[in-house]
């Protein structure tokens, strides 16, 4: 620790950070633009000034830039020295030359940085007394919108989209006053992570497009902690509503996870909500008319539950709560995981590893920190978008640790990128067809499933000879594994990636073979899995059979009812195999959100809510169990959790008469009660009836604005606000205003900063976990429980096979997922449907790019274009993952390519 | 008096060749410096007390101190900085055009002595025929074996390049010069790290003036005394002055250091013209503050420049007459500076440009008697440390100087809303 | 697309440097010889050339003021107007150049024979007032000299 003296009043402090962060540490309210706590400083905006003494003699002082000084022992400085906040003031004011003061029109108006800065330093008055410059903005495609007039030059949006997330089109242009921040071209901002713009831009400048459809104030919104339900990773959002509407997801900070930033299918993936593809009724197919109300529903489905073998059908996007309550509903024996049963085999083998406690299974943030990794068979970008962009920062730890050798320190983001040049850490790949991360790799290379799991065996191999090699290696890929064996061997956090994109369950043996490899040497080796779907390790944990074992049960007759938990099953197995399961049906119940291919089976359709109108429990790839809270209550009264309908009919079949039908007590506390392997899931976030001084925690903020007018067109007078029975949030704006247990966290605001800069004051440290530590347990063993083996089955070597071609699917971060799609904007990203196929196999079926094949994957047909790609090894063909019209397609696949002939 | 710089460079005459330079004692310097250790060389420098020649006075050999010696593999690289844009200097052009190998001479010493093997020319796009002579007489060092590999059987390699600029003052700033050789835009990096610790494609760098490289091979050649005693004054050495503006003879003289301001304008640049009569000075210039008729006597040395409230900057001068308007000078300036600004930092970028409207304002006569705050502010917060590089504090000089001793100028425009010289 | 005789050079520079972006300014240079100036085409090219996105490569040459992004004359005039040159009285050398040309700083003529263009000092301050056209420097400038130089370039 170090003692620095600020304003002449002593402070205990960490040494290594700079002055502005341990200021704002410390509670200052220093003011800031161009510093990120995840980016680093630059110093270029000098608005954190402060007055830095040579020692306690010293009167006179320098002014210097804080976030640029290193916190050495025995600082003195000041914060409140005139002259330091004098040139703060100047420093808005210059900024303020130029900025359009459009605040009453600005989508940032009230939750704006730089407006918090301008009243923090006290500018006031104007007298800049000419005319301003002006810029043209640009169209930058669906999501972010460009307004160049309010930039203050702060140089955040550049660092972040290039340097940090690896951003080709976008960057500063000219000189002196006339820098302009954008594209070379009006056009679509390709970067995935584009829409943190929004969140890093100090003003009006970069916002969400999304949210300019249905705008509405940050301070009117209902907001609530969530968790984001499109990807496997589990990022911490925040989404906004208002009038019913979602309006709004913001990235919400959790450490240990997602840090500050989130994806672009996570933030603007939300319009499912608001589509109006919405189920809105419950339905009994065959009845007239066939929306119905709840008394009626209940007692139809009494009728039929009474009378035929019902099994339930679970899902890996419904949450724990959810599952949990349809298994209680069809007893344990009778449920079964919505899952094929690859993937379920995949699950088990990921779980076997994850229970033995043996290796160490990495949070988001610690990847960030790995100095050696090796991918085996994703495609990150597209399949775990975060943990892409978090390699992209782990590939910068080596140099930033030899930079400390000649004491660059690591928030000196400007020193330390011309220091390190192009230089990057050890990044490995290998995939079957070219990812964005080759370009950061150190070498990639593109292979068959097979043939990605015999390297990583080979590389377990090299590290423990117990480990088990694989039979007739070329010497090239040998000498390949060799290299990177001791790449890891030699690197201080090695982690390896793997996960369950290609269906193939040899690449996650060879994967955990070499964390054990690692581990027997003594090293911390992390292993990764990247899985499915946002609760997919939560549903495999629940250890149920596959939707494969459901079908065979049905066709035994063993069954003949099933109800389906918010799975669409057409997504799940070949078209051919999921009409047959439901051919044995004689009754389909489905609850879900959407209509989709499997509502339109159902003879009972239930609405249900989306993950907005619902709490819950889900429980990301690294076991990190964490609870989203229903943002607002719909004025559509059907639109109810999964679990309350299915834990009300539970009651109503056990004989409670509906109006004594009551919530369900905890589920968790149920549900871990039955299946210890939870056991903490049901800690993550404070129970229902926590309260602070006897208050709930407001969804909405203390400005919310309308709420008695809102309605007026309808009714004067006020409405009662819900209630919500479930959680400690309440749907008002009355309640504990100051900050709550981080897991129920529903908006960041403190007084004086309206912008999403006062996570600050949320922090233990900056940067560091949210105070009371950061939301989330995680479930599986931290230390060894159970000896593990190295795992064999090493298949063979991968032959292109005459006539047939392994058909591999290639996940797109934007129309690969089932809910994201829904967003215009994202369905606009989307690929065609197309058929990739490698160039050798092209010349011999004589196509070129564009020409259409006609794919035969048993007895399905497509008709597709061609992607011709150089990389992918030859027999392989590749098709984009359950996008629109290529979903129905049981993985792994085989198929046959031709010519189309017209 | 002696002039090494210069002695062999004549106007009437084109610049020396390798032969005509090795024939005058030409890359002595370099035969002798392979003799010595690299830190001797660096010691030597140091003690004659050579100062950057290049604007900040730094001692030379002090900096090259700071270069990491003990990695023999280290690629480690040596700049000449020739981007000479400061307005009102055009001292280098001379050394450039009158004799090139003096300043490859003086980098292969300076490379040896950081163990550099690796250099560049940064050379400004205008001095084309300085291009065409540097290049030409790279290629005579190399083929004379004074570049290359195994330099003159040492063992030591050294390449050399030239490079061109395509505009940009702040090319010439050293931290974003390397940025522009790196293929960048040219906005400054800061320090620490030095760049004689992460330079040119984060390696260790020195970057040099040319008149000050092209001092080494002669303290090489005759000591680190001599080079003293060719001043009388506490700055060691000779300089380039130089003179623009509205005096009889304006021209460049290499002369002892510490040579005052009146002996420059008046015996070597042949006094004021007929009928202009001196108001003020840059002295080094169009980052100095002016100095007035009180300083004519000072000497044009570091520290008497600095004593006086000015810098000796580049040492070339320029001269603000009485039939000039200093309201309109200043702007101009101002001007040049606000265009030139690299756009990085928020005073610099911002402030510049609105010092430039004020001025612009009052040269019009519509300024404003509240305007001379606003100047005065910009002046008190643009100061060195509150940007981000020298830029905009180099900017600042002239003006508050200017608000200083021609403040009833101002204000005359500002009361009889009109320029009194339009 | 680039010449070859483009890209000969273009590589030659890009063997001189560690990494091959570095080489990027010399590409710019190259390519506005050969063509005056920087086309969206020609800068989509290099950047292609370099491996560069176009952002990329247009933050660079944006950033230098004698990188050409639109079309210029035959001829350009760099006429310096910094401090020795305007003591000297470069506003009179423009003047008489706006009234034989017709043009503005920033523009080109009709014939596009000039395009006339502010240089801050041009490093011959002695013999101020100074302009360059293309390569040539002309010193203590009179308007009448000016017109005889003129002359000169077709
Ligand atoms: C805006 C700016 C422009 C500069 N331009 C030049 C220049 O054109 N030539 C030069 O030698 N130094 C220039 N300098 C000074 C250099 O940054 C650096 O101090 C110098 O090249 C070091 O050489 P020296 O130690 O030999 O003086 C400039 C500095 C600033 C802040
Ligand atoms: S656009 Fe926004 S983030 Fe980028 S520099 Fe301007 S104000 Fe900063
Ligand atoms: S935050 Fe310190 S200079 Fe911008």
New interface residues.
Partial sequence: MAVIYIDDKAYEVKPGKNLLETCLTLGFNLPYFCWHPAMGSVGACRQCAVKLFKDEQDTNGRIVMSCMEAVKDNMHLSVDDHTAKAFRSQVIEWLMTNHPHDCAVCDEGGSCHLQDMTVMTGHTYRRFQYKKRTYKNQYLGPFINHEMNRCIQCYRCVRFYKDYAGGKDLDVFAAHNHVYFGRAQDGMLENEFSGNLAEVCPTGVFTDKTLKEHYTRKWDMTMAPSICQHCSLGCNIIAGERYGELRQITSRFNGEVNGYFICDRGRFGYELVNSINRVQQPLIRGKIPDAVDKQSLYNHLNEILSNTKVIGIASPRASLESNFTLMQLVGKENFYQGISETEAQLMRTILHTMNSGQIHTPSLKETEKADAVLVLGEDLTNAAPLLALALRQAVRKKTIENAGQINIPSWHDAALREFAQQEKGELFIAYPTQTKLDEIASDSRHKSPDDIARLGFAIANYLNIMAPAPEGMDDDTLKYARQIADILKEAERPLIICGTSLYNEAILKAASNIAFALDTKDKKASLCFVVPECNSMGLAMMQAPSLNQAVEVLEKGEADTVIILENDLYRRGSKKDIDNLFNHCKQVIVLDHLHNDTTNRANVLIPVGTFAEADGTIVNNEGRAQCFFQVFMPKNENLRESWRWLDEFRQFKNGTSPEDLTTPGDLMDEMVGLMSQFKGAETVAPPADFRIYGQKVPREPHRYSGRTAMLANINVSEPKPPEDPDSALSFTMEGYKGIPPSPLIPFYWSPGWNSVQSINKYQTEIGGPLLGGDPGKRLFPETPVAENAFLNNIPPAFKPSPGEWLIVPLPHIFGSEELSIYTPGIAERSPKPYVAISKHDAENLNISESDIMQVQIRDQNYALPARIKEELPQGLAGIPFNIPGLSGIAWPAKGILTKAVI | METPLTQHISINRPSLNLKDYVSVGGYQAVHRAITMAPQEITKMVQDSNLKGRGGAGFNTGMKWSFVPMNDAAQTKYLIANADEMEPGTFKDRLLLEGNPHQLIEGMIVSAYAIQANISYVFLRWAYNKAARLIRYAIDEAYAAGYLGKNILGTGFNLEMHLHTGIGRYMCGEETALLNALEGKRATPRTKPPFPQVSGLFGKPTIVNNVETLCNIPHIINKGADWFKSLSPGADAGTKLYGISGKVNKPGLWELPMGTTMRQLIEEHAGGMKNGFKFRGALPGGASTDFLVEEHLDIKMDYKSVAAAGSRLGTGTMIILDDHTCPVGFVHNLEHFFAQESCGWCTPCREGLPWTEKILLSIENGEGRPEDLELLEMHTKYMGPGNTFCALAPGAMEPLQSGLKYFREDFEKHINEKKCPWR | MLSAEEIMKIDHEIA????R??????A??IVQDHRGWIS?ES?EAIATHMDM????L???A??????FRKPVGRNII?LC????C???GYEKIYEHLEARLHIKFGETTPDARFTLLP??????????PVL?IN?D?YKNLTNDKLDEILKEYK
């Fill in positions: 001189l440097v560690p990494v972006k570095a080489a990027c300014i010399e710019l240079k969206d800068l996105s176009a952002e990329e247009e933050s660079v944006t950033f230098y003021n004698l990188i760099l107007d910094s401090i020795s305007y003591v000297m240089n801050p000092c041009l490093g011959a301050c002695d013999h101020a360059m390569d420097l």
